[in-house]
């Protein structure tokens, strides 16, 4: 079973603050996502990526970076937190693209920015 | 472009009754369909998945989806459920139209109550 964590669990953060969001996983797939998840408007990718040091664009990328570091690690960053990005952030790997396989999701991490 | 529809927010049935949770899509082919649950407080996981063959696809936990390419649909069922199937169930179709196997298309998900 592939295994996708993400830390933290919970972030509070204030407008204008620097958040990093972490997501490792321990299956040496290849693609990672980051998802934003809100009410009305269900699953938005930000960001992905298909190897270390890849990255490509998603459909709600303003105001987020992102990084990969390694093939098990994806970072999410927001230089400058708005109430905006307040939201359920996801991240997914998956062996090959998503449209043909199996996405695995970690639990979570609830950001609040205030 | 691709999308994907559930025209259903909220379903709330009884412990022990059948359900059916509706998704419509539009794609002038034949898409990869998934079906994900997202249980209370945890990320998402896959049920079913369809590619092509026989319309009616086996998932987890008893649920299947039916295929229906003339109503652009493929809609989750399960002949009884139960209290722990509550969650919340998105559906969701490949992004192979835009040229990049590396996305899916979601629908906002249906939320579903069983009553015990």
């Known amino acids: 079973e592939a295994a996708v964590t993400q830390s933290p669990r919970n972030k509070v953060t204030v407008t204008g603050g620097n958040v990093t969001l972490s997501c490792r996983q321990t299956n040496s797939h290849n693609y990672m996502y980051w998802y934003r998840q809100d009410t009305g408007h269900g699953l938005r990718l930000i960001h992905y990526?298909?190897?270390?040091?890849?990255?490509q664009i998603g459909d709600v990328p303003d105001g987020y970076k992102a990084t990969r570091t390694t093939q098990e690690d994806f970072f999410l960053l927001l230089e400058l937190a708005s109430p905006s990005q307040t939201s359920l952030y996801f991240c997914?790997?998956?062996?090959?693209?998503?449209?043909?396989?199996?996405?695995?999701f970690g639990a979570g991490t609830r950001l609040s920015v205030l | 472009a691709q999308s994907v529809t559930q025209p259903d927010a909220r379903v709330t049935v009884s412990e022990g009754a059948s359900l059916q949770l509706r998704c419509k899509y539009s794609y002038s082919g034949t898409p990869y369909l998934f079906w994900y649950v997202q249980y209370p407080r945890q990320g998402l996981q896959l049920l079913l998945k369809?590619?092509?063959?026989d319309p009616v696809v086996q998932g987890v936990n008893g649920f299947e989806a039916e295929f229906i390419k003339s109503n652009s649909s493929f809609h989750l069922r399960k002949a009884s459920v139960h209290w722990s199937d509550s969650a919340v169930y998105f559906c969701a179709v490949s992004a192979i139209d835009v040229g990049d196997n590396s996305k899916l298309i979601w629908g906002l998900g249906t939320s579903l109550v069983v009553n015990p």
């Open positions: 997914a790997s998956s062996d090959l693209g998503a449209s043909q396989n199996t996405l695995y």
């Open positions: 369809y590619y092509s063959g």
């Open positions: 990526s298909y190897g270390a040091g890849n990255l």
